[in-house]
């Protein structure tokens, strides 16, 4: 009989279909994917293939992001319900809301944000790009920032800006502690603090490296530090242990009775639910054309600050 591992990569090749899969995800689903990495660095990756068929093993806003940039292929995820607390914090119809106190502001949003969301964005940023994206902008520029406050908030003590923030973050990144962290740290006092910038303000204060889930990933490869206390989700350790296996890594927990910090929606999905979506193509995102249309403006407007500023090449 056929591992289910078999079996996926025999529908990959029938369905002419390329595997995406978040750093958050289990081991054994990046394992089989043909692209690990950020939301949206997949899904320029997806891009650029001749796949037919994206199978995005994340959750609903990352799929959503590679139909925007893929609108001609199928996108498929795994598992419907793999949402976002951070941008299902934030509902269309009140950020829209929010935005009329703020007419002469520009509207700056995290690429973790619903479709939806970017339709109303100006600008979208990643975790990895946003200090310098903010930083284009004359310091003058009224600015909204959403959805993140978190994220915000950095962006702001180290831009010395005032940016409006939505008040909206992450569960999986806000409920991390500096009490955990003191403990660890004080347990383990060789090891670097390294942490994603949905982190509190509290916690960001005391690390000594502080990065998006590849800078991270690439901050452990090159540093020459042996130990490490991670504070962001769980998954990416599998990556982490693979690319340094001499190194040690710690992840903050997100309480006290376990040594983890997992996203209950990241790790909705399994195996077997990719095994079955691909099968079926279902359940697959569907985007109006309008929406793809005016979700990619501010991407491409993202892109085009980067590639002016160096922070990526064109390809």
């Known amino acids: 009989m056929k591992s289910i591992v078999q079996q996926i990569n025999e529908l990959k090749k029938e369905k002419r279909a390329v ?42 806003f990352m799929a959503e ?20 607390s951070l ?3 934030c509902p269309p119809d009140r950020f829209e809301a929010f935005l009329k106190h703020y007419p002469d502001h520009t509207v700056i949003s995290y690429v973790n944000c619903s479709a939806a969301i970017k ?52 569960e999986v990144h806000d409920i991390l502690s500096t009490e955990a962290v003191i403990r660890m740290k004080t347990a383990n006092p ?33 540093d020459t530090a042996q130990q490490y206390i991670v504070a962001t989700e769980s998954g990416i350790l599998h990556k982490m242990q693979q690319e340094s296996p001499g190194k040690q890594f710690f992840v903050v927990p997100s309480d006290e009775t376990c040594s983890c910090n997992d996203c209950p929606y990241m790790k909705m999905n399994t195996l077997e639910k990719l095994y079955t979506a691909l099968r079926d193509e279902q359940p697959e995102i569907v985007l109006a054309p309008e929406v793809i249309e005016k979700a990619r403006l501010p991407i491409q407007r993202m892109l085009d600050i980067s590639y002016s500023l160096g922070l990526i090449k064109k390809q």
Not at 211 to 216: E, F, H, K, Q
Request: include cysteine; hydrophobic fraction near 45%.
């Open 190 to 222: 060789q090891a670097r603090l390294i942490a994603h910038p949905e982190c509190k303000a509290q916690l960001l204060a005391l690390a000594d490296f502080i990065g998006s889930t590849t800078a991270l990933l690439q901050f452990a490869r090159t």
């Open 19 to 60: 595997i995406l899969a978040h750093y958050y995800q289990i081991p054994e689903i990046q394992d089989i994917a043909d692209y690990v990495g950020d939301s949206l660095g997949l899904s320029q990756q997806a891009a650029q293939t001749d796949a037919e068929v994206i199978m995005f093993a994340g959750v609903h």
């Open 119 to 170: 339709t109303m964005s100006d600008i979208i940023v990643t975790s990895g790009n946003a200090v310098q994206v903010v930083e284009s902008f004359p310091k003058d520029q009224k600015i909204v920032f959403a959805p993140d406050k978190n994220l915000g908030g950095y962006i702001n003590r180290l831009t010395g800006r005032d940016m409006v923030l939505w008040d909206g973050s992450c």
């Open 65 to 84: 992001t590679a139909k925007i940039l893929s609108p001609q292929k199928k996108v498929i995820l795994p598992d419907l319900e793999a949402g976002c």
């Open 87 to 89: 941008a299902d914090g």
